[in-house]
Nanobody, 121 residues
Framework: QVQLVESGGGLVQPGGSLRLSCAAS????????MAWYRQAPGKQRELVAL???????NYADSVKGRFTISRDNAKDTVYLQMNSLKPEDTAVYYC???????????????WGQGTQVTVSS
C-alpha cells in the first residue's frame, strides 16, 4: 500500500507564506514526477506545480514567481513553498505522485487526501 500524507495547510493573511509538505510511504520502488494540485469550491482541480525526478519544474502561470516546488528524493517528500499568498489561492491542495511500487511494475498515479489553505484577513 502507498500513502501520500500532506501537512502544512492553514489560515494565513494575504501576503503571508505557507509551506506544504507531502511524504510518500509504503512499498515504493521509484517515484517519477511529483506535483501539487488545488481545487477551489465550484472549480475544477488544477495543476499548481510539478517537479520531475531530475528536478525540472513547471508552474501554473498564476503562481509563477510566488510558489516554489522542491523535493527530497531520499525522503520521498515534495514541498510547496507559497509566498505572497492571495485570497484566490484559497483551495484544498492535493499532493500527487507518479510512482512504481516494484521493479517490474508500471508507473501508477497516487493522490493525497488534501490539505486546506485559506488566505483571508
Amino acid at each position: 500500500q502507498v500513502q501520500l500524507v500532506e501537512s502544512g495547510g492553514g489560515l494565513v493573511q494575504p501576503g503571508g507564506s505557507l509551506r506544504l509538505s507531502c511524504a510518500a510511504s509504503g512499498s515504493i520502488f521509484r517515484i517519477n514526477a511529483m506535483a501539487w494540485y488545488r481545487q477551489a469550491p465550484g472549480k475544477q482541480r488544477e495543476l499548481v506545480a510539478l517537479v520531475t525526478s531530475g528536478g525540472n519544474t513547471n508552474y501554473a502561470d498564476s503562481v509563477k514567481g510566488r510558489f516554489t516546488i522542491s523535493r527530497d528524493n531520499a525522503k520521498d517528500t515534495v514541498y510547496l513553498q507559497m509566498n505572497s499568498l492571495k485570497p484566490e489561492d484559497t483551495a484544498v491542495y492535493y499532493c500527487n505522485a507518479d510512482l512504481r511500487r516494484f521493479w517490474n511494475d508500471g508507473y501508477y498515479n497516487y493522490w493525497g487526501q488534501g490539505t486546506q489553505v485559506t488566505v483571508s484577513s
